[in-house]
């Protein structure tokens, strides 16, 4: 495997939380997009991060999806132009997810030649947000969704095949994500 880069999509607008939600604490403080990023960086460089710049401990590329707010497609767009072009293959994760960065070692160790390697999560649904993506497999089905604006981020998955895509059962909480105060509250944050 080449070079892995990461991107953190972070532009969401917590509607259903009714306040910022990456900017919650853990017990050590840290930010909810803190713990992301720092999970992310240990397996994956750059971080690019999409979404209103804001403070963090470990230095990232910011960046904005256009138009501003128009949902993971786009920002996974604009994620994807920042990527440097050494790159092989890049991590996508889910801001509001502060375990998804533990499902990537094993995403890395599935991919093989495959298009994408995704977590499935609890439903059995695959997370388009917790995945490993060929970059240039990635690139060329991204380049028929235009600005990607409000198009949905699971129809990239749908678009890469037939090209491989695996995926593995998610054993690490990867896809629990923080939408309500009940989430935060049952994954350490407030």
Excluded at 20 to 47: M, Y
Aim: proline letters at 6%; aromatic letters at 4%.
């Amino acid at each position: 495997m080449g070079s892995v880069a990461a991107i953190v999509i972070a532009g969401g607008e917590s509607r259903r939380f009714g306040a910022d939600k990456l900017d919650l604490r853990d017990a050590q403080r840290r930010t909810l997009l803190d713990v992301t990023v720092h999970g992310v960086a240990q397996v994956a460089e750059p971080v690019i991060v999409v979404g209103p710049e804001r403070p963090l401990a470990r230095s990232v590329t910011w960046v904005r999806e256009s138009p501003p707010g128009g949902g993971p497609c786009a920002a996974l767009i604009a994620g994807v132009a920042a990527v440097p072009s050494e790159a092989t293959h890049v991590v996508v994760l889910a801001g509001d997810a502060p375990r998804g960065a533990d499902a990537v070692p094993a995403l890395l160790t599935v991919i093989d030649d495959g298009a994408a390697a995704t977590v499935l999560d609890a439903a059995g649904r695959e997370q388009p947000l917790t995945a490993v993506y060929a970059l240039p497999h990635l690139c060329e089905v991204l380049a028929s969704f235009g600005d990607g604006a409000n198009a949905s981020v699971r129809s990239v998955l749908d678009a890469l095949r037939p090209r491989t895509v695996i995926s593995i059962i998610d054993a690490w909480g990867a896809c629990d994500d923080i939408d309500v105060a009940d989430d935060a509250a049952r994954l350490g944050f407030s």
